[in-house]
């Protein structure tokens, strides 16, 4: 099994940053896609972005201009860069992460709050 720890999430006001990142530990074979999805109160969990271990990252168009995915092969660590944000991005972010034997797995999730 692999487990995921999110960190990074909290209070920001609108516009401005935050850094969130995930760490995978357990059972790796080969991590080959990691990323991020968000569900806010009452809505369906959506995908904002994932990354393979090689190639372009796939990444939402409500926040491909804002966000940025990357991650640390070496390390089995995804960071997802928020810059310019906006109440509407207010969500639990959640990490996942599919594993070539093992399959995908999910993180606890970090709240991230944008409000003034």
């Known amino acids: 099994q692999v487990q995921l720890v999110e960190s990074g999430g909290g209070l920001v006001q609108p516009g401005g940053s935050l850094n969130i990142s995930c760490a995978a530990s357990?059972?790796?074979?080969?991590?080959?896609?990691m990323g991020w999805y968000r569900q806010a109160p009452g809505a369906e969990r959506e995908l904002v972005a994932d990354?393979?271990?090689?190639?372009?990252?796939n990444v939402a168009r409500s926040v491909k201009d804002r966000f940025t995915i990357t991650r640390d092969n070496a390390k089995n660590t995804v960071f997802l860069q928020m810059n310019n944000l906006r109440p509407e991005d207010t969500a639990v972010y959640y990490c996942?992460?599919?594993?070539?034997?093992?399959?995908?797995?999910w993180g606890r999730g970090t709240q991230v709050t944008v409000s003034s």
């Open positions: 990354i393979g271990t090689v190639g372009v990252p």
């Open positions: 996942s992460a599919d594993d070539i034997v093992s399959g995908r797995s």
């Open positions: 357990g059972r790796i074979r080969s991590l080959y896609v």
